[in-house]
């Protein structure tokens, strides 16, 4: 298996390339990622000698680039690359639109030509849109965003179904709720909250705090990609969640106690514009018919991850400080531009 990965120096790439490596030494990783600000290729320093394990830099967008890793052969994908935070997708949605969009239509596009055994959209819970108090996402529920991010996140799946419905490519799209874990860049809620609380800062809180969110480990769903490629059926979607609802508020808090900090570092600040209230995942269809199910409880993964930051301080100074963009540099003697 030749598995193309985009995306892969992100959070949840970057941990699903560690777990794929891993779980199946055979087949052989083609990661390709444009390294943008979120892109570390730091993230991926355990794998990046082994010999099944390929990075080409590249953007989506550029029809040339993703032709030529097709060229060299490539048996399934899975998608990843995206713009991926909502606050920097209501201050500008170009990049949203241009990535998550026209990128991934390039991507389909080349699938298309050169043929793939499975190309797997990984999506999320947010095309959606938001719950009330009650209720849960399954796969027939009417797509919904209100964020220019997870506007073109949809956009993507629609293009993904498309090119199954009119093509029969074979593809998959997995929705997933919010993923914490190692790795995650620190302008998320945990890995923010982690960090300031750490050092005495305050934590911005939006809103009323009271939004909800559907908490998963990045293992469990790396794990649940892995049964998707394998196992899903084409043309088909798939949720993904732990069934691990909790407010804002209440993580903060947890983390601020495993830190064993003051709640008095909570600031409330004003809400995000069209902030979803809450988010909850149906995710009876790919634990029935693929066998997944998560192995983490919220509490242990949170301490875990607690953990797992402050003992990579120099990582997070690293991505903090804009540092990280040398290791690019170093490693490959090519000069990256901040903020790209
Ligand atoms: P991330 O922002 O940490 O990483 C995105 C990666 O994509 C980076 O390595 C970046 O360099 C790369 N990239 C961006 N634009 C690119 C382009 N034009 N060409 C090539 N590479 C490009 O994101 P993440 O949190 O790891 O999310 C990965 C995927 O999972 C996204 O598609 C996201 O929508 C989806 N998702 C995320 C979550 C979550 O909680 N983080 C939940 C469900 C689904
Ligand atoms: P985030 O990690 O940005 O993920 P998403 O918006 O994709 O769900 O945010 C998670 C929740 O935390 C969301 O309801 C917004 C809220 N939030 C804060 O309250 N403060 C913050 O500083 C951030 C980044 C998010």
């Known amino acids: 298996m030749r598995l193309l990965v985009t995306g892969g120096c992100g959070f949840i790439g970057s941990n699903f390339i560690r777990y794929i490596v891993r779980q199946h030494p055979d087949w052989t990783v083609v990661n390709f990622d444009a390294l943008t600000y979120a892109g570390n290729p730091e993230n991926l320093v355990e794998v990046s ?38 606050d920097r997708s209501i201050h500008d949605a170009s990049p949203f639109v241009r990535t998550n969009v026209l990128g991934t239509q390039v991507l389909l596009n ?22 009330g108090e009650t209720g849960y996402f399954t ?33 998959i799209v997995s929705r997933c709720s919010n993923n914490y874990g190692p790795y995650q860049f620190p302008e998320k809620l945990v890995p923010l909250a982690i960090l300031n609380a750490y ?15 559907d908490w998963l480990h990045v293992e469990d769903h790396c794990r649940a990609l892995d049964l998707v490629l394998q196992h899903g059926r084409p043309g088909d ?16 808090r947890t983390i601020l106690s495993i ?25 009876s269809k790919i634990r029935r018919e693929l066998g997944w199910q998560p192995v983490y409880n919220f509490e ?41």
Request: aromatic share 12%; with cysteine.
């Open 237 to 252: 979607v798939y949720n993904v969640g732990g069934n691990n609802e909790h407010q804002n508020i209440e993580v903060v």
């Open 139 to 171: 796969e027939a529920t009417p797509l919904a965003p209100n964020s220019p991010y997870s506007a073109s996140k949809a956009s993507a799946d629609l293009l993904a179904r498309a090119y199954h419905e009119t093509y029969g490519l074979p593809v």
């Open 49 to 86: 000698a082994m010999p099944n394990y390929h990075f080409v830099r590249g953007d989506i967008t550029d029809t040339a680039a993703v032709r030529n890793v097709f060229i060299e052969g490539v048996d399934a994908v899975v998608h990843f690359a995206a713009e991926s935070h909502v």
């Open 199 to 213: 050092e005495d800062k305050e934590i911005p809180v939006y809103g009323d705090g009271k939004n909800v969110r």
């Open 300 to 340: 242990d993964g949170l301490r875990e991850t607690v953990n797992w930051y402050i003992s990579n301080l120099d990582w997070c100074h690293r991505v903090r400080s804009g540092e990280y963009r040398s290791f690019y540099e170093l490693q490959y003697g090519e000069r990256l531009g901040i903020g790209q």
């Open 259 to 283: 830190l064993g900090k003051p709640e008095s570092l909570i600031r409330f600040v004003t809400d995000r514009p069209g902030h979803d209230r809450r988010y909850a995942i149906d995710a």
């Open 110 to 131: 080349a699938a298309r030509k050169f043929g793939v055994s499975k190309f797997v959209q990984v999506s999320t819970d947010e095309v959606y849109g938001t719950l």
